[in-house]
């Protein structure tokens, strides 16, 4: 096993993290952002507001990215399983 394989594999391991993770922080950032403008203009500070609006723009993104996001995690797991063989040499 060499050090650039290493290295392509540790890259692939944060190119997918980032594709699974990446659209929901986006949209518990959005969501937080939009609530706290809101809360700033009408002078309503109820931190409950915001963990509501965080906790649907998440479920609402892994809805629609979800099945994206598991066909790549699951495409990463077997290409890494399949290379086994290739690591323990």
Known sequence: MSADYVLALFAGVLKVTL?????????????????????????????????????????????????YAAQKAISYTRDTFGSVAQVVR
Not at 45 to 56: G, L
């Open 19 to 67: 594709i699974i993770s990446g659209p929901l922080l986006l949209a518990a950032l959005v969501g937080g952002l939009f609530v706290g403008i809101i809360q700033t203009a009408t002078q309503i500070n109820e931190p409950s507001i915001a963990f509501v609006v965080k906790c649907t723009a998440v479920i609402v993104t892994l809805l629609l990215v979800g099945p």
